[in-house]
């Protein structure tokens, strides 16, 4: 079966600080892997996906990137924090063939409070 | 372009109450799939059903229940006899037959007492 990872669970870091997310997916190949933000507890944010390793798509602009190093590993990315970073950070995978090719599985989620 | 819209941004119900949770989508699209998330307290999505533009069946699982009209671009989801563990934030969303992203609505606040 497939499951998704996400660390850290919470984090608290200053304004200016960096910030490194990372999500992994176990139990499939070549998945589809997305990052959201959820701001205020309600809408989702899609910020970037990936249909392969080292293909990013930034669906808004902002001080974040996102990288694939490997083909199940997805990492969000900044190199100095602002406060409406804050938010509920949430990586998602989808499957391609049988496995799972409509849906997205989301991860537990990272819960970031910038100070 | 597509769009999802959860026009209830809270609902709040007594424990053992139907609930109905409204879901009007647009796309030009004429293959496309409408999803229901559901999600608890503890943050994470938890994917409840797929529901594809050609089937139009009605779906029932225990004490959910879908409903899509394509004549009217609504998928809404009813819970029956609603419980406390129901409480949580429910996502309707949309993607195109071939594409990479899901669009989804606000999210609606379902609140059920005991």
């Known amino acids: 079966s497939q499951t998704i990872h996400q660390w850290p669970a919470t984090l608290v870091q200053p304004v200016g600080s960096p910030l490194s997310l990372e999500c992994t997916v176990e139990?499939?190949?070549?998945?589809?892997l997305y990052w959201y933000r959820q701001a205020a507890g309600r809408g989702l944010q899609l910020l970037f996906y990936?249909?392969?390793?080292?293909?990013i798509s930034s669906e808004v602009p902002q001080n974040l990137s996102a990288s694939r190093p490997q083909d199940r590993q997805f990492i969000l990315s900044s190199k100095k924090l602002l406060l409406s970073d804050s938010g509920f950070y949430l990586c998602?995978?989808?499957?391609?063939?049988?496995?799972?090719?409509?849906?997205?599985?989301f991860g537990p989620g990272t819960r970031l409070t910038v100070t | 372009a597509q769009k999802v819209t959860q026009a209830q941004t809270e609902i709040s119900v007594v424990e053992k109450e139907d609930v109905t949770l409204d879901c009007v989508y647009e796309?030009?699209?004429?293959?496309?799939?409408l999803f229901w998330y559901k999600q608890p307290p503890s943050g994470e999505l938890v994917f409840l059903i797929r529901?594809?533009?050609?089937?139009?069946q009605n779906e029932i699982s225990g004490r959910y229940s879908w409903n899509f009209q394509k004549s009217t671009s609504s998928f809404n989801f009813t819970i029956t006899a609603s419980q406390v563990v129901d409480s949580a934030v429910y996502f309707c969303?949309?993607?195109?037959?071939?594409?990479?992203?899901?669009?989804f609505g606000a999210g609606t606040i379902l609140r059920v007492k005991s």
């Open positions: 998602a995978w989808r499957g391609l063939g049988q496995i799972a090719p409509y849906e997205q599985y």
């Open positions: 139990g499939t190949s070549n998945p589809n």
């Open positions: 990936s249909v392969g390793i080292g293909q």
């Open positions: 796309t030009r699209d004429t293959t496309y799939y």
């Open positions: 529901r594809n533009s050609f089937d139009e």
């Open positions: 969303a949309l993607s195109e037959a071939l594409g990479n992203k899901l669009v």
